[in-house]
Nanobody, 127 residues
């Protein structure tokens, strides 16, 4: 069983930056594909980024490409999401998610593709 704990949410003005982190335990971390999702009120949960078990393959949603960067540290068993040039439309609860990486990490886009989830952290961007 994988346990995930996010940290780093908060409130910023548009144009600002935040860094989210997610600590994993309970599984061989270097075997996990890690994803970041977000959900705002009235909207479906959407994936914003993913990174393969070795870190060599990364995926970004078009809405965050060029502004967000996903990274991982397999020795510390953490994954991070650096968010720059934040916009009000980035306001959401952000979730860290994991799945065992059998390949195709960047193609795993749906929430149902990820069996393990953190509790979520709120990000609020004001205009």
């Amino acid at each position: 069983q994988v346990q995930l704990v996010e940290a780093g949410g908060g409130s910023v003005h548009a144009g600002g930056s935040l860094r989210l982190s997610c600590a994993a335990s309970g599984y061989t971390y270097s075997s996990l594909c890690m994803g970041w999702f977000r959900q705002s009120p009235g909207k479906e949960r959407e994936q914003v980024a993913a990174i393969s078990s070795g870190g060599g393959v990364r995926y970004y949603a078009d809405s965050v490409k060029g502004r967000f960067t996903v990274s991982r540290d397999n020795t510390q068993q953490t994954v991070a999401l650096q968010m720059n040039t934040l916009k009000p439309e980035d306001t959401a609860i952000y979730y860290c998610a994991a799945r065992v990486d059998y390949g195709g990490c960047a193609r795993a886009r749906k929430p149902s593709d990820f069996p393990y989830w953190g509790q979520g952290t709120q990000v609020t961007v004001s205009s």
